[in-house]
């Protein structure tokens, strides 16, 4: 009795296994088979991938020269902007300097004429201008009064002061012109130059008309700079 009961029990488990190891069997090739799919996937997405990079370089060849053309290219365009930078600082140092020299210049004049007048209780306007010291408001007091109110009357010519601070006024006013020219021209060509540098390879790979464009336009630039700057330095020696 016993003897049959073990023998039903081992039957037992033995088709529990039996289907077991049946079910795993059917399950296995078929995840088998989804992994293979799967890699066949990737693979041909990654030749297509592959194609598609070469078929874009066939398309964009690059050549030695259009890698120098593109190096002197990029170095050309950021030399101006360096250079640019540098010679406009040195032409503003050098304006401040003289304008200063001019100013100095300016005020002896005016001071020499506004000690000439009267007590302050005769000429207030005149005092409120040199307190503010509005310089084409004072000349054009002392150009409009003739220095009549003169003290004692002794005919002081007024051209001996008037004239040279008109003068000199004058020519500040005109550097200082021609030096916010300078400083807006220069500018806008180190903008352009800074903004060529990273199309330097479209410009390069459009050929050699957007190149020699490119570089006139550069070239341009900097000679225009230059012009202004040599005007400037060479209105100011003009009072040195």
Request: hydrophobic share 45%; proline share 3%; charged share 15%.
């Amino acid at each position: 009795m016993h003897t049959l009961k073990l023998n039903l029990v081992t039957g037992g488990a033995i088709c529990s296994l039996a289907v077991c190891l049946f079910a795993y069997g059917q399950e296995e090739p078929a995840s088998n088979e989804q992994a293979i799919t799967e890699r066949i996937g990737e693979e041909a997405e990654e030749t297509q991938e592959a194609e598609e990079t070469q078929s874009t370089a066939a398309a964009l060849p690059i050549s030695d020269e259009q890698i120098h053309l593109d190096t002197t290219f990029y170095y050309t365009f950021s030399t101006i902007a360096q250079t640019l930078a540098g010679a406009i600082g040195l032409l503003a140092a050098f304006m401040i300097y003289h304008l200063t020299q001019l100013d100095r210049e300016i005020r002896s004049h005016l001071t020499t004429l506004y000690s000439r007048y009267p007590s302050a209780n005769e000429t207030v306007g005149l005092d409120l201008l040199w307190t503010k010291y509005d310089i084409p408001a004072l000349l054009k007091y002392f150009e409009e009064d003739k220095l009549e109110q003169l003290q004692g009357g002794d005919g002081l010519d007024q051209s001996l002061y008037l004239r040279p601070a008109q003068s000199l006024f004058g020519h500040r006013q005109i550097l200082l012109s021609r030096l916010r020219t300078a400083l807006w021209w220069t500018g806008v060509t180190i903008l352009g130059s800074v903004v060529m540098l990273p199309l330097t390879t479209l410009v390069v790979a459009a050929g050699w008309p957007a190149v020699t464009l490119s570089l006139l336009l550069g070239v341009s630039a900097v000679a225009g700079c230059l012009f202004l700057y040599g005007r400037i330095v060479l209105g100011a020696t003009e009072v040195l």
